[in-house]
């Protein structure tokens, strides 16, 4: 916070253009590191969820539209596949949308051009599944296991701790969180949220 602030002193008054771009790139590596720490910080000390009655079609849209503007201009195929009438979930609606975000990201980043990102819901014997399915590349069967572990990452630029913080959260919320290879290619990550007994949509 003290480094962005000195940066933002500086930039009432730069000297030239030269200056100017060092100031952007002190504000935009602030901006990175304040998430890098709000990652691990979430990571070492996960809030505990504010249980509520929620609809999950609404979590879902909004992340929809959420990840659409994350990803801009690219091109991107995401489709929604949504049981009707599913019933509400006892869960945060917060940490839910943050952990569908961040799968769903993951999922868009790791398709081949031009492929799609689906969004699953549907009930289960006795919970609420989500699943988020891609066709990208996949993740080597060896390594199935060592998604959820802190600090694993595929990518090169990974903190690998963002599955890592989704698996934690979604226990928390009594639920599971798990991932498979798809048999023809990519991954599904799939989100379990347990249903009481008389569930209503």
Do not use: W, Y
């Not at 031009?114 to 699953?120: E, N, P, Q």
């Not at 066709?135 to 060896?142: K, R, Y």
């Amino acid at each position: 916070a003290s480094i962005a602030g000195a940066a933002s002193i500086l930039r009432r008054n730069p000297t030239d253009e030269k200056q100017t771009k060092c100031l952007d790139i002190i504000e935009s590596e602030c901006r990175r590191l304040n998430g890098l720490l709000t990652t691990f910080l979430n990571f070492a000390r996960p809030p505990s969820p504010n249980l509520q009655s929620v609809s999950i079609e609404r979590v879902l849209n909004d992340v929809i539209e959420l990840a659409q503007h994350a990803v801009g201009r690219k091109r991107t195929n995401l489709r929604k596949t949504i049981d009707n009438a599913l019933p509400r979930v006892q869960c945060d609606p917060e940490q839910l949308r943050q952990v569908v975000l961040n799968l769903l990201l993951n999922a868009i980043e790791a398709r081949k051009d031009g492929a799609s990102v689906t969004v699953v819901a549907e009930v289960g014997d006795d919970s609420l599944v989500i699943r988020v399915v891609d066709e990208g590349s996949g993740v080597a069967p060896e390594d199935i296991e060592k998604l959820f572990d802190p600090f694993f990452t595929t990518k090169e630029s990974g903190t690998g701790l963002g599955l890592s913080v989704a698996h934690q959260i979604v226990g928390q919320m009594a639920g599971q969180l798990s991932a498979r290879r798809n048999a023809g290619r990519g991954m599904t990550f799939s989100v379990s949220l347990r249903l009481s007994k008389g569930s209503a949509a």
